[in-house]
């Protein structure tokens, strides 16, 4: 699944600033799930648009629409019949979802309402996880489930000095993973 975050209202609004009317385009995907785009997002999203208008003295006319994915065409064609009436669109889909819509309508500007994350699953209601940096290249078959992108990504924080593996049942796996992760040879201990 794709996780993201609704951008800051400031941000979103210093975007908009030079419409008077927008679609809020949510989508039935990923960001549902995650709580970023939803048609609860766009709900919430639209008033405080609208509050933050009113509070300018100025007025925004808002489109709510929550289509069942934004990554797909036959979902964005029932937006053809209102578009040309709105000069903008705001979608709160993920960066695939956006990219594709303002490649659809490419007469409007396609303002991104969210920050794609990363790919990840659900470990508990609110907390996802990255599982997944869609690098191309997947060797999970062979390295028991484990990424080795994600450990070369790991060792390159500041502070992190070392990985637990626990490749249960995949014990013949480690030695690959540790040499596709580069963390062969092992340094020098001081």
């Not at 069942?68 to 209102?82: G, I, N, S, V």
């Not at 080795?148 to 790991?154: A, F, K, M, P």
């Not at 049942?169 to 480690?174: G, I, L, R, S, T």
Request: glycine share 10%; charged share 25%.
């Amino acid at each position: 699944m794709i996780i993201a975050e609704g951008k800051p209202i400031k941000e979103i609004l210093a975007m908009i600033d030079g419409y008077d009317k927008i679609i809020v385009a949510g989508c039935k995907g990923c960001v549902t799930v995650c709580s970023a785009g939803g048609e609860k997002e766009v709900s919430i999203l639209s008033s405080a648009l609208r509050l933050a208008r009113q509070t300018q003295g100025r007025s925004l006319e808002i489109k709510e629409v929550t289509l069942e994915r934004q990554c797909d065409t036959e979902y964005l064609e029932p937006m053809r019949e209102y578009a040309d009436q709105y000069p903008a669109i705001l979608s709160l889909a993920c960066g695939a979802g956006i990219q594709f819509v303002a490649e659809k309508f490419r007469k409007h500007p396609v303002l991104p309402g969210v920050n794609t994350q990363f790919i990840g699953v659900t470990e508990e209601q609110g907390v996802w996880t990255e599982r997944c940096q869609s690098c191309g290249n997947c060797m999970l078959d062979r390295t028991g489930g484990i990424c080795v992108e994600q450990i070369q990504r790991l060792r390159k924080i500041e502070g992190v000095h070392g990985i637990h593996l626990m490749a249960i049942e995949w014990e013949d796996a480690v030695h690959t993973i540790v040499e596709r992760a580069g963390l062969l040879p092992r340094p020098e201990a001081k």
